[in-house]
């Protein structure tokens, strides 16, 4: 009687291993995974606050610490590490984003930019007036900039859970709205946040910016030439007055967008050393230098920046937002009412967030529809413009960074912005998700005529 061949068993522990990182790699090819994750951070930090333990959340997140390099030192708190020192990277994302979508993404013509330009102003206007008509004339006015902010993230989580109800238009529509949005934040940043300005060291900035445009300009790819320059202009624009955090964005707009060569002219030649390859197998020295030139003719045609993107999304998307978010959202309400969300400071916030972004971001661009500037994003309906409107209020991640820096040394009206922005990002999320998923109806597709 023939015996059965015997079967490979694959050792347990692996096995298990793999069975138990399986929903791990789910989730994170899951679309609204960095969303989901900050969510969770969120919620995390407000329940640690608000725990028996709540004491240590400010004793792990206000811990001192000294950092000294060749004699010269600095004394930070861990929060201050993220939100000065970590969140620099996450800025250098989005200049980084910002110039992919301006040379060869949505933005990268005047017609495809204007629609979504239109939208993000009225996105910003009308929710600083609104936050403004709260809390003019007290002492909380000066945090206007709060809810003019989009969390592209949290937003675009929020359609992955409805896509099959919301067009791939509006999805294009809502991202290059947040681009634009995180333009504005960075402009506002820049201009109304600083902390006096101190020319000597703007002018050291300034000569710094003209070093990382001769790196792009010579097209130099190692990214530990633009880490130095760009720790470097961190530094100045820190004592400068201008807030650190924006040397990020200055280095992701000087990175490198274009490949080296053009695509067909790098395609023949990588035909050629594959060829190669196929005609000498048992050469190990020509294989060897053929697969070396395959590696040097694909980073001619990978730009620098979707190198630096790639790189750097996970860390930023998976670890530093979540970080920032996690040291930001914990606010004790143990000695709090729902009374105290109707003071101006919070109010103004939720209404700018939820009422203001929803209005501006819908009149401006229907607006501009009805002028003739521009269509409505393809396969979207006013419903649906209505319900992304309303998604837009989340404004997360920039509200949170904005509300520590306009509030930095008052820490009471620190946590009524921190309540404000919380509240306003879960009512524009909760009623954006209901309005797409049982109200908004896609647009209508034109009859096709019959044969």
Not at 35 to 41: K, M, P, R, Y
Not at 114 to 131: D, E, K, R, S, T
Not at 139 to 146: E, K, V
Not at 199 to 216: D, P, R
Request: hydrophobic content about 55%; charged content about 10%; proline content about 6%.
């Amino acid at each position: 009687m023939p015996t059965s061949p015997q079967t490979t068993t694959r050792p347990p522990v692996p096995a298990l291993f793999k069975v138990a990182l399986a929903p791990v790699q789910a989730f994170f090819r899951l679309e609204a995974s960095s969303g989901i994750l900050l969510a969770l951070c969120a919620v995390a930090a407000l329940a640690w606050a608000n725990s028996p333990w709540g004491s240590t959340y400010a004793a792990v997140f206000d811990a001192p610490l000294h950092l000294e390099i060749v004699g010269h030192g600095g004394h930070f708190t861990f929060r201050e590490l993220i939100n000065d020192g970590l969140m620099t990277l996450f800025f250098f994302l989005v200049g980084m984003e910002i110039k992919r979508e301006l040379s060869a993404g949505e933005l990268r013509t005047f017609s495809r930019a204007l629609l979504p330009l239109i939208a993000a102003l009225g996105g910003m206007v009308v929710p600083a007036g609104l936050y403004l008509a709260f809390t003019h004339g007290t002492p909380a006015q000066g945090g206007w900039a709060i809810p003019m902010a989009t969390d592209i993230a949290f937003a675009i989580g929020c359609l992955t859970l409805v896509k099959a109800r919301v067009g791939h238009g509006l999805v294009v529509f809502l991202t290059a709205l947040a681009i634009f949005d995180d333009i504005g934040g960075i402009l506002v940043i820049a201009l109304f946040y600083g902390t006096g300005l101190h020319v000597e060291w703007l002018a050291v900035a300034a000569g710094l910016v003209a070093v990382l445009w001769g790196l792009n300009r010579f097209y130099v790819r190692n990214g530990l030439a633009y880490a130095v320059v760009g720790a470097a202009l961190w530094y100045a624009m820190h004592h400068g007055g201008i807030h650190a955090t924006l040397s990020g964005v200055v280095l992701g707009l000087c990175i490198p967008a274009l490949p080296t060569r053009p695509g067909r002219e790098v395609l023949e030649e990588l035909a050629a050393y594959v060829q190669g390859l196929v005609s000498r197998p048992d050469d190990e020295a020509a294989r060897g230098a053929q697969l070396l030139h395959i590696e040097e003719a694909l980073e001619d045609i990978e730009p620098p920046l979707n190198r630096f993107v790639h790189l750097w999304h996970g860390y930023v998307a998976y670890g530093i937002v979540p970080l920032f978010a996690l040291a930001n959202s914990g606010v004790d309400v143990s000695g709090m009412s729902l009374s105290d969300l109707l003071k101006p400071l919070p109010l103004g916030i939720i209404v700018g967030l939820f009422v203001g972004k929803q209005v501006g971001i819908f009149l401006f661009t229907w607006a501009a529809v009805k002028a003739g500037v521009s269509p409505l994003p393809a396969g979207g309906s006013l419903a649906q413009l209505h319900g992304v409107s309303v998604v837009a209020g989340i404004g997360f991640t920039v509200a949170l960074f904005v509300g520590g820096l306009a509030f930095a040394n008052q820490p009471a009206l620190l946590a009524e912005a921190k309540l404000g922005i919380l509240t306003g990002s879960l009512l524009s999320a909760v009623v954006g998700y209901v309005l797409l998923r049982y109200v908004a109806r896609p647009a209508q597709a034109p009859a096709q005529p019959s044969p």
